[in-house]
């Protein structure tokens, strides 16, 4: 059963930046892919950026598009979500994932708390 662990949230003020890890503790297939979701206070789960392990395509929500960048480090196993030009809407917890499919995780983190203050 492979493990995600998130690190890196935090509080940042309006225009700042956070990176967020997750660490997989089993080195991800090529078919796999790994997503970042995050989920605010009161409102379901979505997603927010995926990179193919195997080709590294990166996909976006259209709400981060511009602002967020996911990369990944092969020998490391580890996603990496560098996040900038924070906004208050940004504020969630924000989970990584595995799955087979893009926007489908099989597999997921524990999540880290992101707060942006106005």
């Known amino acids: 059963q492979v493990q995600l662990v998130e690190s890196g949230g935090g509080l940042v003020q309006a225009g700042g930046s956070l990176r967020l890890s997750c660490a997989a503790s089993q080195r991800p297939y090529s078919s796999h892919v790994m997503n970042w979701f995050r989920q605010a206070p009161g409102k379901e789960r979505e997603f927010v950026a995926a990179?193919?392990?195997?080709?590294?395509?990166?996909y976006y929500a259209d709400s981060v598009k511009g602002r967020f960048d996911i990369s990944k480090d092969s020998a490391l196993s580890t996603v990496y979500l560098q996040m900038n030009s924070l906004r208050p809407e940004d504020t969630a917890v924000y989970y990584c994932g595995r799955g087979r499919n893009l926007g489908e995780n099989d597999h997921w983190g524990q999540g880290t708390q992101v707060t942006v203050s106005s």
């Open positions: 990179i193919r392990w195997g080709s590294g395509r990166t």
